[in-house]
């Protein structure tokens, strides 16, 4: 899985990078295992046993939860990305839509200003 280890050597990353790298990791960790608990709560036959896989599921959706809220708190494109999509009314693409519409990204790429409704590649002939 990509996500076990680091992608450039450890010597060259950030603390910054690294703690946000502890925090992904630990989310999607707690995601596997919300999936996992799942699968098996679906798979078992003792109506006893899957309920403790449910209820274990339920704790690890809760760590997860901990942890995006941390990543939150501690990265500001994670917090703007969350206050746009999450507990959000109505179609989550029209969302998206409305966020790009108002919101120029950094980077000069998405977002865009008043009239600036289509990106195009050029003739691809």
Known sequence: MSS???????ERLSRETLTMHHAIVSVIEELEAVDWY???????EDSELREILLHNMRE??????????????NN????EN?????????SILA???????RTPSSDGEGGGSEG???????KLD
């Open 4 to 10: 076990e280890g680091l992608h450039a050597p450890r």
């Open 38 to 44: 799942r699968q098996r709560a679906d798979d078992c």
């Open 60 to 73: 690890e959706i809760e760590h997860a939860c901990m942890g995006l809220e941390w990543l939150r708190r």
């Open 76 to 79: 500001e494109s994670f917090a």
């Open 82 to 90: 969350m206050k746009t999509y999450l507990f959000a009314d109505g």
């Open 95 to 101: 969302a998206e839509e409305a966020a790009m519409d």
């Open 116 to 122: 600036d409704d289509h990106f195009t590649v050029g």
